[in-house]
């Protein structure tokens, strides 16, 4: 892939592993089932950027209640496809969550160190309770005791990219999931 400005991608070797018409339906399904949230009590729908971007701004086209949106920036991978362990915020919400339900929404759990830290950080601020979806879910590869909600699709730990997930910044424009074979 080369960009406008005639940039070269980082060069992955890649296959589909999950089209656009699987994701939209699933998609769908959680949509409803937020939908359904959403129905009985408020919720603040949080995107945890920067990989959740596509996913979230699907997501809350689907959920047919009234929804706040706000959003978390946080930064875990450097270039590497292995997680470094480290998770630091790099955007803060704007807005108070104390006595709210709060619901992350994540493109994908890996080590599940990102959402462990998230949703410790979050409770200090003393919201109702605090909710997780996740469109990926990679259960093999969990490094803490930690259990979204809401699904999208499980899968085996390999690295993905795609639909706002990325290698090296790269990748998240790409409309379907795709599992990296390998570097070239
Ligand atoms: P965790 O903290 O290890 O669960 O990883 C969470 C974050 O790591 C995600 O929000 C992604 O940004 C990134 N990540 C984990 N696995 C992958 C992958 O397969 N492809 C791209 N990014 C990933």
């Known amino acids: 892939m080369a960009n406008t400005n005639g940039m070269q991608s980082a060069p ?9 018409a699987e994701i939209a339906k699933r998609v769908k399904e959680l949509g409803a089932e937020i939908t359904a949230l959403c129905q009985k009590e408020s919720v603040i729908a949080v995107c945890v950027l920067k990989g ?13 209640a009234d929804v706040k949106s706000e959003f978390l920036g946080t930064a875990s991978y450097g270039n ?19 006595g709210k339900t709060v619901l992350l929404v994540e493109d994908i759990i890996d080590t599940g160190l990102t959402m462990d830290f998230l949703t410790k ?18 259960p093999d590869a969990l490094k803490v ?17 795609g639909y706002g997930l990325d290698y090296q910044g790269f990748y998240r424009n790409l409309p379907y999931i795709a599992r990296v074979e390998s570097l070239n």
């Open 12 to 20: 992955l070797k890649f296959s589909k592993m999950i089209s656009e």
């Open 52 to 64: 959740s971007f596509v996913f979230y701004s699907d997501l809350v086209r689907a959920i047919e």
């Open 80 to 98: 590497a496809m292995q997680s470094s362990g480290e998770v630091k915020l790099t955007l803060d919400l704007t807005t108070s969550i104390e």
């Open 121 to 138: 950080t979050l409770a200090a601020r003393k919201p109702k309770k605090i909710l997780t979806c996740s469109l990926l879910f990679k």
């Open 145 to 161: 005791d930690f259990k979204p909600d809401y699904v999208g699709f499980k899968i085996p730990s390999d690295f993905v990219i």
